[in-house]
C-alpha cells in the first residue's frame, strides 16, 4: 500500500510563509502526477497546484504567483511553497497522488490526511 503523509501546517499571520511537504511510502513502482488540494470550512474541496511527473506545474487562479510546487522524485516528496498568505487560504490542505504499486499494472490515485493552514491577524 501508500501512505503519504503531509506536514508544515500551522497558524501564520497575513503576508507571512508556509512551506508545505508530502510524502508518499509504500511499495511504489511509480508516481504520475501530484497534487494539492484545499478545503476551507463549509466549501467543497478545490485544487490548488498540479505537477507532473515532469515538473509541469499549473496552479489555481487564486494562488499563482504566490505558491510554488515542487517535486523531488528521488524522494518521491512535494513541496509547496505558498508566500504572501492571505485570510482567504485557511483551509485543511490535501496532497494526492498517481501511484502505480510494484504489484499492480495500473494506477491509482492516493490521498493524506490533510495538514491545517491557517491564516489569522
Known amino acids: 500500500q501508500v501512505q503519504l503523509v503531509e506536514s508544515g501546517g500551522g497558524l501564520v499571520q497575513p503576508g507571512e510563509s508556509l512551506r508545505l511537504s508530502c510524502a508518499a511510502s509504500?511499495?511504489?513502482?511509480?508516481?504520475?502526477?501530484m497534487g494539492w488540494y484545499r478545503q476551507a470550512p463549509g466549501k467543497e474541496r478545490e485544487l490548488v497546484a498540479m505537477?507532473?511527473?515532469?515538473?509541469?506545474?499549473n496552479y489555481a487562479d487564486s494562488v499563482k504567483g504566490r505558491f510554488t510546487f515542487s517535486r523531488d522524485n528521488a524522494k518521491n516528496t512535494t513541496y509547496l511553497q505558498m508566500t504572501s498568505l492571505k485570510l482567504e487560504d485557511t483551509a485543511v490542505y490535501y496532497c494526492?497522488?498517481?501511484?502505480?504499486?510494484?504489484?499492480?499494472?495500473?494506477?491509482?490515485?492516493?490521498w493524506g490526511q490533510g495538514t491545517q493552514v491557517t491564516v489569522s491577524s
Open positions: 509504500g511499495s511504489i513502482f511509480s508516481i504520475g502526477f
Open positions: 494526492n497522488a498517481q501511484v502505480r504499486l510494484l504489484t499492480a499494472r495500473r494506477s491509482n490515485i492516493y
Open positions: 505537477i507532473t511527473s515532469d515538473g509541469n506545474t
